[in-house]
């Protein structure tokens, strides 16, 4: 009998009984459990979303405050759109009106800066377009990342506060 038994085995190939007796209740038993997995493969597809979804906001807020840390070179940039103004604004207090609020304008404009003619006239014209836009620069790059309005603030008077003693010391005014 074991012999048949084995036989029996090798002939019939490895499938579960109820299936062979069309067992309904091992039929429905597979259906739930095929539902089962696709609950559970739409539930991680659901979390993967949820999980990208949170990276590119996380992405889009670092972003945000990387491009808000450019703030003093947009305010340069827009000060820079109003320099003439406020250069005929301190130009009826010179010479210190000019030293203290330009003096990288004063600076370039200076005859011991010997680039050439055309150069000399135009470079305090530029500077005066660039200063507020590259003070702007500066002051970020000092601070890095703790870029606020003090820093800021300290950082430009700290240029213009240099400025204006080299503008002091090479005026002949100390001597």
């Not at 579960?16 to 539902?35: E, H, I, K, M």
């Not at 609950?39 to 945000?64: T, V």
């Not at 808000?68 to 305010?75: M, S």
């Not at 130009?91 to 030293?99: A, E, I, K």
Request: positive net charge; aromatic residues 10%.
């Amino acid at each position: 009998m074991n012999e048949n038994m084995h036989e029996l085995s090798e002939v019939t190939p490895a499938v579960p009984c109820g299936l062979v007796s069309g067992n309904p209740q091992t039929v429905s038993s597979l259906a739930s459990l095929r539902q089962m997995e696709i609950e559970a493969s739409l539930a991680r597809l659901h979390a993967l979303h949820r999980l990208r979804a949170q990276q590119r906001q996380e992405q889009q807020r670092k972003l945000r405050r990387r491009l808000l840390g450019f703030w003093p070179i947009a305010i340069g940039i827009v000060l820079a759109c109003f320099a003439p103004d406020l250069q005929n604004l301190v130009s009826s207090f010179q010479p210190w009106g000019m030293r203290l609020m330009f003096p990288f304008v004063v600076i370039s404009g200076r005859h011991e800066i010997q680039f050439g003619d055309t150069i000399t006239r135009m470079l305090p014209q530029v500077m005066l377009y660039i200063q507020f836009p590259f003070e702007g620069l500066l002051a970020k790059m000092a601070l890095k990342s703790r870029v606020t309005f003090s820093g800021v603030a300290g950082q430009l008077f700290f240029f213009h506060f240099l400025g204006a003693t080299e503008l002091w010391l090479v005026s002949g005014t100390l001597g």
